[in-house]
């Protein structure tokens, strides 16, 4: 069989494994994630015309925080925030090389497009941070800089989807987009108030953000910049 079919099979199947899990016994979620960052992790070394390893290490990272976040999550707050504070600035370091390709300037990332949306997107963290700060105590700080450091790469990635091509773009925007939706609702989830529907979506977006994440890197060499002033 072809690698890159059996490493979408494995997807589908580990895709539909975390469904189930997350629906009926979500103590198995430990199990069936583990399997999704292998999943992934395969189809990345498969697929990826250059691997670039901190890919790898970063999969791993958020392999490990999510064990623990199913686990316990409040016992392992801390570490989770650590963990993936990590996780985005490994991913910050990979699309960097993508920003140098689209250029950074002032005039562009001083658009109404990215203002409008960053300042969205910061005052939805933040009022969500708030609700849960009596319940953080002494791990507030972790918090803070895990939100900045998520806003940071939330930036990154909307900064490269307006200013290239949208054929290889468009997953990491898609991408971004899912992480924030799974942050916000896991925090409330987590932390305020739980629901059975808010873990299918989590885990159902997660695997999506974490596919499309994976499918740029894939593709990150082809990405073209768009010449085109956004006003």
């Known amino acids: 069989m072809d690698k890159i079919k059996l490493a979408y099979r494995l997807l589908y199947i580990s895709g ?15 199990y069936t994630k583990t399997l999704v960052v292998i999943s992934l992790s395969f189809f990345y070394l498969v697929t990826a015309k250059k691997i670039r390893y901190l890919v790898l290490i970063a999969l791993l990272i958020v392999l490990i925080s999510e064990v623990l976040s199913v686990i316990d999550f409040k016992k392992y707050f801390r570490v989770i925030n650590v963990l993936m ?31 409008i949306t960053m300042s969205l997107i910061t005052y939805v963290v933040y009022s969500v941070a708030d609700m849960i700060s ?10 803070n800089i895990l939100i900045i450091l998520f806003i940071l790469f939330i930036g990154f990635c ?7 091509k949208t054929v290889v773009s468009s997953s990491l925007m898609i991408a971004a987009s899912c992480f924030l939706i799974v942050n916000i609702l896991t925090i409330l989830n987590k932390m305020y108030v739980y629901l059975d529907v808010f873990v299918v979506i989590t885990n159902v ?14 593709e990150q060499e082809d990405l073209k910049p768009d010449d085109v002033e956004f006003f």
């Open 16 to 30: 539909v494994m975390l469904l189930l899990t997350s629906i009926f016994h979500e103590p198995w979620l430990v």
């Open 85 to 115: 504070s990590f996780y985005y600035c490994f991913n910050m370091m990979l699309l960097w090389k993508s920003l140098k390709k689209v250029k950074i300037q002032l005039k562009r990332i001083f658009t109404i497009q990215l203002g």
């Open 134 to 143: 009596l319940n953080i105590g002494d791990d507030q700080f972790y918090l």
């Open 158 to 164: 909307y900064y490269i989807y307006l200013n290239s």
């Open 205 to 218: 977006l997660q695997l999506f953000g974490h596919y499309f994440l994976v499918k740029f890197f894939v």
